[in-house]
């Protein structure tokens, strides 16, 4: 009841697309009974949580924000949304994003924007933004969303909460509608590491729907303290820090932090990763690649939207209607770039290009977080923009994405948390990413970072 009068109250912030009320009400109610009846908790019982709407729950409409699904419910539920409900987990409804999870600010919307929850005139990040308002304004305790190139990270930092991607391969991407399937990852959003952790240990792990999930058993994540552990081993990207792209309040905090660390006995290193300006073009080379190729499935035939229904079209004038009409601007030019990147006499130059680019970057990578827990970098050059300030001009929306996109280049785990505010009152946090597989150690060391410097201005 809490979670739904507050959803009221911040509708204007449109971060939900549908709300689950009667059900929720229902399943809380039959939760308690079952308590009364057995007197033991599971370990999400009674917690309550938004879903992007990229991730199926069976039963309720799927749209990925997108007026080619407006109508549509999923005949399933991700495999992840099984794990929640089974430890008892409360859905409360789906959340806003860019249409198929393709965007940085939640403006990609058919169902509207979503707003800041601190400042209605700025975004929230994106694409999960409705993840990252509802768990920032507290209408929710935990949201998923999906991360194929920062989409939880971003709108983490924007709004000032936590937001985890896991190492791809970790979360099962079943029931997760694909952006670009290589680099997708379901992640989480929470306003404190244990509750992330532990919904990581959830939904996490192998799954016979999903061959790319690893069969690696999951490590129990908690306690998050193990003394061990210290001093910390961690290093930092000189050239992300020295980026002409990026705040130099952001950059003062986080060369403030590191110096703190090394008071407190920590060693931060600078590390040097000389791909940081084609990293961008690369990721985007690759995803719009993969998206052409996942979203060809929606021609309006089997399900989704249909153009109405003209006497004597023909069946590819039918498709080209259909898609049309269906998907917004931003989809229809990720489509485009993909197809020509992809067609004979480019691939080359571009696809295979930017193939070799994502192995050097993993390989970089590799080499730096074997010697180091931890990498840490901005979550993003600034912090939120405003509504309307990059629609017209993508390449500078794109540019944005600097930072969080070598992790899905990488697929490493990755997470950002909340730790500064900025002169100009918005939030802003640091990104820590780790080796594949290594959540335990990235949760660990974000949580120490959480509890001993968290409000350090
Ligand atoms: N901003 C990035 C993009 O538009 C990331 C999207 C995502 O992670 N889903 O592709």
Same mark, same amino acid.
């Given at each position: 009841?809490?979670?739904?009068?507050?959803?009221?109250?911040?509708?204007?912030?449109?971060?939900?697309?549908?709300?689950?009320?009667?059900?929720?009400?229902?399943?809380?109610?039959?939760?308690?009974?079952?308590?009364?009846?057995?007197?033991?908790?599971?370990?999400?019982?009674?917690?309550?949580?938004?879903?992007?709407?990229?991730?199926?729950?069976?039963?309720?409409?799927?749209?990925?924000?997108?007026?080619?699904?407006?109508?549509?419910?999923?005949?399933?539920?991700?495999?992840?949304?099984?794990?929640?409900?089974?430890?008892?987990?409360?859905?409360?409804?789906?959340?806003?994003?860019?249409?198929?999870?393709?965007?940085?600010?939640?403006?990609?919307?058919?169902?509207?924007?979503?707003?800041?929850?601190?400042?209605?005139?700025?975004?929230?990040?994106?694409?999960?933004?409705?993840?990252?308002?509802?768990?920032?304004?507290?209408?929710?305790?935990?949201?998923?969303?999906?991360?194929?190139?920062?989409?939880?990270?971003?709108?983490?930092?924007?709004?000032?909460?936590?937001?985890?991607?896991?190492?791809?391969?970790?979360?099962?991407?079943?029931?997760?509608?694909?952006?670009?399937?290589?680099?997708?990852?379901?992640?989480?959003?929470?306003?404190?590491?244990?509750?992330?952790?532990?919904?990581?240990?959830?939904?996490?792990?192998?799954?016979?729907?999903?061959?790319?999930?690893?069969?690696?058993?999951?490590?129990?994540?908690?306690?998050?303290?193990?003394?061990?552990?210290?001093?910390?081993?961690?290093?930092?990207?000189?050239?992300?820090?020295?980026?002409?792209?990026?705040?130099?309040?952001?950059?003062?905090?986080?060369?403030?932090?590191?110096?703190?660390?090394?008071?407190?006995?920590?060693?931060?290193?600078?590390?040097?990763?000389?791909?940081?300006?084609?990293?961008?073009?690369?990721? =985007?080379?690759?995803?719009?690649?993969?998206?052409? *190729? &996942? !979203? #060809?499935?929606?021609?309006? %035939?089997?399900?989704?939207?249909? /153009?109405?229904?003209?006497?004597?079209?023909?069946?590819?004038?039918?498709?080209?209607?259909?898609?049309?009409?269906?998907?917004?601007?931003?989809?229809?030019?990720?489509?485009?770039?993909?197809?020509?990147?992809?067609?004979?006499?480019?691939?080359?130059?571009?696809?295979?290009?930017?193939?070799?680019?994502?192995?050097?970057?993993?390989?970089?990578?590799?080499?730096?977080?074997?010697?180091?827990?931890?990498?840490?970098?901005?979550?993003?050059?600034?912090?939120?923009?405003?509504?309307?300030?990059?629609?017209?001009?993508?390449?500078?929306? =794109?540019?944005?994405?600097?930072?969080?996109?070598? *992790? &899905? !280049? #990488?697929?490493?785990?990755? %997470?950002?948390?909340?730790?500064? /505010?900025?002169?100009?009152?918005?939030?802003?946090?640091?990104?820590?990413?780790?080796?594949?597989?290594?959540?335990?150690?990235?949760?660990?060391?974000?949580?120490?970072?959480?509890?001993?410097?968290?409000?350090?201005?």
């Amino acid at each position: 009841m809490y979670f739904l009068e507050r959803i009221q109250a911040h509708a204007h912030l449109n971060a939900f697309i549908h709300i689950y009320a009667d059900e929720a009400l229902h399943r809380a109610r039959a939760i308690d009974q079952r308590i009364q009846r057995e007197h033991t908790l599971k370990r999400l019982t009674g917690v309550v949580l938004g879903i992007k709407d990229v991730i199926a729950y069976a039963g309720h409409p799927l749209t990925a924000a997108s007026r080619m699904l407006q109508n549509f419910r999923s005949l399933f539920s991700a495999t992840a949304v099984e794990r929640l409900l089974a430890e008892e987990a409360i859905i409360i409804g789906s959340l806003n994003c860019d249409e198929f999870a393709m965007g940085s600010s939640t403006e990609n919307s058919f169902f509207g924007p979503t707003l800041h929850p601190l400042n209605p005139e700025y975004v929230p990040g994106g694409s999960s933004g409705g993840s990252a308002a509802a768990v920032s304004a507290d209408l929710c305790m935990l949201a998923l969303g999906s991360d194929t190139g920062g989409s939880v990270r971003q709108p983490a930092d924007f709004c000032g909460i936590i937001g985890l991607k896991p190492t791809y391969g970790r979360v099962s991407r079943h029931g997760l509608i694909a952006y670009a399937s290589s680099f997708d990852q379901i992640g989480i959003f929470g306003k404190n590491i244990a509750d992330v952790a532990t919904t990581l240990e959830v939904i996490a792990g192998p799954d016979e729907y999903d061959s790319t999930a690893s069969p690696l058993p999951i490590e129990p994540y908690l306690p998050l303290t193990s003394p061990e552990n210290k001093p910390w081993k961690l290093a930092y990207m000189k050239e992300a820090l020295e980026h002409p792209s990026l705040d130099q309040e952001i950059s003062a905090a986080i060369r403030s932090l590191i110096k703190r660390l090394n008071e407190e006995g920590h060693i931060v290193n600078p590390v040097h990763f000389t791909y940081l300006d084609v990293i961008t073009p690369a990721y =985007y080379v690759l995803t719009t690649a993969e998206a052409s *190729a &996942n !979203l #060809a499935r929606y021609d309006g %035939i089997r399900y989704g939207y249909h /153009t109405s229904n003209e006497t004597g079209l023909t069946l590819e004038a039918t498709y080209r209607k259909t898609r049309s009409e269906g998907f917004g601007r931003e989809v229809k030019r990720r489509i485009l770039l993909g197809t020509y990147v992809l067609s004979e006499g480019y691939y080359e130059a571009y696809y295979t290009k930017a193939q070799q680019v994502r192995r050097l970057v993993a390989q970089e990578a590799n080499r730096i977080l074997d010697e180091y827990a931890c990498l840490l970098m901005p979550t993003f050059p600034s912090t939120a923009f405003r509504l309307g300030e990059k629609t017209d001009d993508p390449v500078k929306m =794109y540019l944005g994405d600097v930072y969080t996109v070598f *992790a &899905n !280049l #990488a697929g490493l785990p990755a %997470i950002s948390i909340p730790l500064f /505010t900025h002169s100009n009152g918005l939030p802003f946090g640091i990104q820590l990413v780790a080796g594949r597989f290594r959540e335990k150690q990235l949760l660990q060391v974000a949580d120490y970072l959480c509890t001993t410097f968290s409000k350090l201005n």
